[in-house]
């Protein structure tokens, strides 16, 4: 593990919402006091982030954004906060918040690297003279995949150099629970023990479209105890969401065969409960809860979007389908209900391939490396 405690961390994101992004902010600000360095979060205290940081032991910093872009206000504290804690780096988890970043280092007069942190596919072009500015002055940025990286360096003017792909990493072992008795696990989130289980762990809203898993599930030729868990908490703005997805149990006749579970930090449990896993979205950046489910010697089935092709090779380590297409979905569903072997198979090239390529540590280290080496770049002019 590198020791990076030269440096100070502050690490920016809204806050509002508690999905991938956010929770990986908290565990990179968390990383870097167990690798000796100052670090503090800062987000707005109106959002999940700020209370579930605090259950864990970290006390954000709140800023507050209320105007796009260039919030003064926002700004001021910003640059307080970084002078305070004599911040060194500065991650960004948000694009719309890379210049009240830069503003503040500029007003304040702080000598600190910009590091943007991209965890969301944009691919809308970002070539005037604001974004020009914005994206010129940014010390280094870390993508998730080879396809971020190809995307920002078309939309934006970053310099290939400047542009570091790091996907998420994972402590696999913790995903191999030995000895663990499943009918247990199930009672404890309420799985009718001796189930055939399909599962899916994500944020309930449309682009992860867990109205196509319905379908699919519905339509497949599945064992007579098979049911539906579908995990997460709706997102913000998809109010009512959950209950689309109710009420197409009810229509399709397997309301009484799917459970809705809400989000749980208990993740390696739960995944050992599911036969297979699903990840049914229109569009994912990059999956971490994919990795996961490999780890857990999951069979996955999961769509051709985003980074999910860089993750799984299709027909070894998972298996793929085109987005909002239920019938091939179903059709995976089938085949691998029908063979015990075909999910052991798949299940177990999935945790060799993790172990190789998705080492936590690893890409943890790489992550402060990148972070440490802006800091330097830009000392040293």
Known sequence: MANISPHSYLFLCDGKGLGGLELQMLERTLDARERGAAAVLACSSKGKLSPYAASRGLKPERVEVNIPYYDPIATFRLGKIARKHRATVCVVGQSRLLSQALIARKVWGLEMAVVFY????SGHPKRDWFHDKIYSSVDAAVVLTQQMKHELEQTTVMQPDKVHVIPYGIN?????????????????????????????????????DQLTLIRAFAKSELPANSVLVIAGDVTPGYEGYDEELRKATAELGIA????????TNEIP????CFDVFVLPSRSETFGLVVVEAMAAGVPVVATEAGGVPEIITDGKTGLLFPAQNDQPLADHLSRLAASEELRQQIGGEAQLDVRKRYDYRLQTDRFFEVCANAFI?????
Request: proline share 3%; hydrophobic share 35%; net charge positive.
């Open 118 to 121: 991209q965890q969301m596919q």
């Open 172 to 208: 696999a072992e913790r995903f191999i629970l030995t000895g663990s008795n499943r009918n247990a696990l199930k009672r404890q989130f309420d799985i009718p023990e001796d189930t055939y289980v399909v599962g899916c762990v994500s944020r309930l809203d449309f682009q992860k």
């Open 256 to 263: 009484e065969r799917t459970i809705f579970l809400p989000f």
């Open 269 to 272: 449990k739960l995944l050992s």
């Open 377 to 381: 770049s830009r000392k040293n002019g």
